[in-house]
C-alpha cells in the first residue's frame, strides 16, 4: 500500500527539516489548516524514540505559536488522527467563531456557510505567518 505521506508532501510546503516538515493543507473553509509531517514513515507518536517525540511536539507548539500570533484565532485544536492517511501527522488548526463548523469540530457537520470576508482576510495574513514560521522552525532546527 502506497503512503500518500510519503511519496508527497500532503500540502503547501511551508518548511522542511531533517525529521519533519510543516505544510498547509488545503482544506475548503480552513485556509489556516497547518500539518506537522514527520518524514519518516511511522503510524503512531509511540513509535518515535523519546528525543523525536519531543522534537516533534516542539514544532507542534512553534506552529500553534505562529497562529495565535499572526492570526489570533479564538482557539487552535491539535489532533493527531491518522485514520485515513496511517503516518504520523498532528492537525494544528486555527479556529474562528465564524468558520462553518465552530464550535465542532472541523470534521463535524457543518453549522453555516463559510462568510467569504474573514476567510480571505485570514488569507491575506498566511504570508506573513508562514515567512514568520520558516523562520523560528529554521533558528530552532540551527540548536
Known amino acids: ?13 511551508v518548511w522542511r527539516g531533517e525529521r519533519l516538515r510543516v ?3 488545503q482544506e475548503a473553509g480552513f485556509p489556516a489548516f497547518y500539518r506537522v509531517v514527520w518524514n519518516a514513515h511511522v503510524a503512531e507518536f509511540s ?31 491539535i489532533a493527531a488522527l491518522g ?10 488548526i486555527a479556529r ?10 472541523v470534521w463535524a457537520t457543518a453549522q453555516r456557510p463559510s462568510p ?7 488569507q491575506a495574513l498566511l504570508p506573513a505567518l508562514e515567512a514568520y514560521l520558516q523562520s523560528k522552525l529554521a533558528q530552532w532546527a540551527a540548536r
Request: proline residues 8%; hydrophobic residues 45%.
Open 83 to 92: 485514520n485515513m492517511v496511517p503516518h504520523l501527522h498532528w492537525h494544528v
Open 96 to 105: 474562528f467563531d465564524w468558520d462553518s463548523h465552530f464550535p465542532a469540530p
Open 47 to 77: 513509535d518515535l524514540a523519546a528525543a523525536d517525540r519531543v522534537h516533534c511536539m516542539e514544532a507542534v507548539a512553534l506552529v500553534e505559536q505562529g497562529l495565535r500570533q499572526h492570526l489570533s484565532p479564538a482557539k487552535v485544536n
Open 1 to 13: 500500500m502506497s503512503c500518500p505521506l510519503c511519496t508527497d508532501d500532503g500540502g503547501a510546503l
Open 23 to 25: 505544510i498547509r493543507a
Open 116 to 122: 467569504a470576508a474573514p476567510e480571505a482576510a485570514v
